[in-house]
């Protein structure tokens, strides 16, 4: 059952440069205010096309990251100085208006987004909000030839920002999209943001317990990172700060920035810079068998039967690993309640008691990953491990190789139950 595996030094990359921010460019200025319905037919009032902003740059238009010797990238924010407009529709509905769907809100009982067009003006479609008593115009959402069902979608529980949004998204073109955020305070809406740089979604990058608004599209990917500072939006472009020509998102909320086929880096974010903590050529990233775990049906056996000697009702597996993580071995003790999973570049202890060590111990770092705290404690200088807890079940990661906290980081966020990883498929 015990398969070869090959090794890859992961390092950080040292190199000797200055620091390089995500400064802007002229037209990636604040998104500003969005063209509005108003109350006729808006016959020269359209969405203009993706702009410069979302394009995405070529491997030549790029320049090498700056990173100091840490491997870390400064970042520089820029400020989204405007949000859209939101204004009330006096003669809603007017003859003028085509509904397309209605989406009631069920966290604002007695409240409904509504798509609609204009009849005299068809490139477009608006969508408003409707209360008992009030419509408000929330302005353009999308195109009018992507008026199906699966173009258009309507959430009222989004959580971004450290409040609970209402979140309307509409498709401008095969791969263009518009999200407009919007907060519903006493039954009145306020605009908070407008992203028609890419596909949005809520992330919390950082691990601080607070969701980003985060932005990909293109092919190669082009990635910005929306935060809340203080009282104000800001906005990074994390291809510009990377010098890298596709930048996304992983699982596990790392930035990933390949550089070319020979170079893929991963990056934690901070809020004034990233952190390099692995390195990758895009086949072994890409691959199933390298980054990912393969676990075969029989090792997933293997994790169920041995917390069946201590009871413990839900195993927690990592979906990827540090570099190749084939095969795994598992060992229970059963006087200290604990099973342990040996991979080959580190190992995660599971039981239903804490297992944070006592006396002399120190909290180096404390991170909020989405199932829960995550904590690197230290028990000497230099040997530490990630103890965090999933529901009942307590874990550490720990490893007795030149790997870093980082490194562990992105094993902890990958951390899934067993019961829910499959086995890999086997190569011909």
């Not at 491997?59 to 400064?74: K, L, Y």
């Amino acid at each position: 059952m015990t398969r070869h595996a090959r090794r890859i030094v992961l390092g950080i990359a040292a190199t000797a440069a200055l620091l390089a921010g995500c400064a802007s460019k002229p037209e990636a200025q604040a998104i500003g205010p969005l063209p509005s319905a108003s109350h006729a037919p808006p016959s020269h009032t359209a969405i203009a096309s993706p702009s410069k902003e979302t394009a995405s740059p070529s491997p030549s238009a790029t320049v090498p990251p700056s990173e100091d010797q840490a491997g870390e990238v400064a970042l520089q924010w820029q400020r989204v100085t405007e949000a859209p407009a939101i204004s009330q529709l006096s003669d809603w509905p007017s003859k003028g208006q085509r509904t397309i769907r209605e989406y009631k809100l069920k966290a604002h009982p007695g409240m409904k987004i509504v798509v609609y067009a204009w009849k005299e003006n068809a490139d477009n479609l608006y969508a408003a909000l409707k209360t008992k008593t009030v419509v408000y115009d929330l302005g353009i959402i999308g195109k009018a030839a992507y008026g199906k069902a699966e173009d258009i979608t309507v959430e009222d529980d989004v959580v971004a920002f450290r409040q609970k949004l209402v979140k309307v998204t509409g498709t401008l073109g095969a791969s263009a999209s518009l999200t407009r955020y919007l907060s519903i305070d006493q039954g009145v809406p306020k605009p908070v943001l407008a992203v028609d740089a890419g596909r949005a979604s809520e992330l919390d990058l950082d691990f601080d317990g607070v969701r980003e608004i985060v932005a990909t599209s293109g092919t190669p990917m082009k990635t910005y990172v929306y935060r809340w500072n203080e009282d104000r939006i800001e906005r990074c472009d994390l291809n510009e700060a990377l010098g890298a020509p596709s930048v996304s998102i992983s699982p596990e909320s790392a930035v990933v920035a390949e550089f070319s086929p020979d170079l893929v880096k991963l990056y934690w974010l901070e809020p004034s810079k990233m952190r390099q903590f692995a390195q990758y050529n895009a086949e072994e990233y890409r691959s199933d068998r390298f980054v990912t775990i393969p676990y075969d049906a029989g090792e997933l056996q293997e994790i169920q039967e041995a917390v069946a000697q201590i009871d413990l009702a839900t195993p927690y597996a990592p979906a990827r690993g540090i570099a190749t993580d084939y095969g795994i071995q598992s060992t229970v003790e059963k006087q200290a309640g604990t099973m342990q999973l040996s991979y080959p570049h580190f190992g995660i202890k599971q039981s239903k008691h804490d297992l944070r060590p006592g006396k002399g111990a120190q909290v180096r770092k404390t991170v909020k990953l989405a199932g829960g705290e995550a904590s690197w404690i230290e028990t000497a200088p230099g040997s530490g491990a990630w103890y965090l807890k999933r529901g009942d079940t307590y874990l550490s990661i720990m490893t007795a190789k030149p790997f870093s906290a980082d490194q562990l980081l992105f094993v902890a966020a990958s951390l899934v139950p067993a019961s829910d990883i499959h086995p890999a498929k086997q190569k011909g």
